[in-house]
DNA sequence: CCAGCTTGTCTACTAATATAGACAAGTTGG
DNA sequence: CCAACTTGTCTATATTAGTAGACAAGCTGG
């Protein structure tokens, strides 16, 4: 009688339940390469065949990896082995895009909202005079599909009238500054923390609850160093690491 | 706050039962010699506490270790963990004490009963008129307390009359031949076969259900070669290794 | 002998694990 | 558009794991 290739049966009885060994399993493939990065992993129901078991119970099993931040499902399309954490360098010259190109993969930005705001403590650090109008602009920037981090700038209105609809084109910050006038732009000041990512941003970033976000609060000035944009931006942690050179 | 070191606790939630962490972590330091051949576990009052668990989890990862033949428990007295199976040689000079003995270990014969039966399987391996009347002694032998093996033995009841009471007395069937005039004798043939043990023997060897017993038929002789003892021995296997060299 | 320890067995109950099925809702490709 | 796939969520039920307590029965040392 031939081995049925198809199954993996597991130890039932054995004293370890089902869920964690097929969670090890899983992980194991995926450690050793047998489900690369962004690889799409058998359907529910395929698993559900191949380990003899419940689909309940290997939802269990892809729960605790997705918890680990190993693997992310998506409603209607399946589960996928999360990518290799991108480093991020954070010094004088911050750009999304091509730090996600570096790393081979496609970025991408979407524009969630557009509001015109007084606010005392950006205006400030813009080095505005208090009550000046503000444009506050809502972004999520992802990485081959995946979100990667989710930020809000703040723009002098007077001086960037218009700057979404080139930022809703292009998704690129670099982009739209360069639409209007700005060649060339710097990092004037960097602060980093981290916290635990909010509903909202669990949403928006398809975060497990409990993971972390990387808050990072940032200052770019234009080639004369003035400061043309505040911005704050929550990094998923498990999927961007931020390196700072000295 | 200092940790306390009575207090060995257990992940609970881990996706492994409480009784395969027990049981795993009282395993390694029994490997790792933390608890010696033939020590005493402790209690399972103090494991139940040592643990933070129900005695019953406790008991259950005993059950476990005692089906793998690593610990023994006796009624009363506590848990133990067995010895390294005695090698017993198989040649033409056998003999238990001598054997047990070489181990560092102390032998002791306990008579179970004796009677005078006519059976003519074994009247004939002794080489004896069919329906000639045998002495039946049925024994159990034990290194250290351990019970090794139970034997059924057959004799001619004429030749020696009164064996059972030497038996008895020193538990040993070689100085029993040696009052009855053999000086020594030898092994002629011996078969060894294997089953699980019988409800009797697991009483008897104080052996957990499903454990192995090697069968040994053997046939001893005195000095001029004429059969004396037909002898049937069940060892537990757990406790002793046969080892014939040829 | 017997008090105090030990293991063995029993019942009752709660929590965790696993199964079974149904249906909602998002995605994809023809 | 829509059929066929995917993940997400819900209810219900059976089995295993773990807790709690009581009591029987064997051993040991004073």
Redesign the pocket.
């Known amino acids: 009688m031939p081995i049925d290739l198809d199954r993996l049966p597991v130890d039932r009885?054995s004293?370890v339940?089902?869920?964690r060994q097929i969670a090890e399993r899983i992980e194991s493939e995926i450690t050793t390469g047998a489900f690369p990065p962004s690889s799409q992993?058998p359907?529910?129901?395929?698993l559900t065949e191949r380990f003899g078991?419940?689909r309940?119970?290997v939802?269990r099993a892809l729960a605790v990896l997705a918890e680990k931040g190993l693997v992310r499902?998506?409603?209607?399309?399946?589960?996928f082995v999360e990518e290799a954490p991108l480093p991020y360098p954070i010094g004088r010259r911050v750009r999304f895009s091509e730090n996600v190109m570096a790393a081979g993969r496609a970025p991408r930005g979407r524009l969630l909202g557009v509001a015109t705001v007084v606010d005392a403590e950006p205006t400030r650090r813009l080095g505005l005079p208090p009550r000046t109008p503000l444009l506050r602009i809502e972004m999520v920037s992802s990485a081959n599909g995946v979100p990667l981090s989710r930020s809000t700038s703040w723009f002098e209105k007077a001086r960037f009238e218009g700057l979404e609809a080139e930022l809703q084109r292009t998704g690129s910050v670099s982009r739209a500054f360069a639409a209007h006038g700005i060649a060339d732009y710097a990092r004037l000041e960097t602060a980093i923390s981290a916290r635990p990512a909010d509903p909202a941003e669990q949403d928006l970033l398809e975060l497990p609850p409990g993971r972390a976000v990387l808050v990072v609060d940032a200052v770019n000035a234009d080639a004369e160093g003035r400061p043309i944009q505040v911005q704050r931006t929550r990094f998923a942690a498990d999927r961007v690491h931020l390196v700072v050179k000295s």
């Open positions: 009885g004293g339940s089902l869920w992993l359907s529910e129901s395929e078991v419940n309940h119970t939802r499902a998506v409603k209607g399309r399946g589960s």
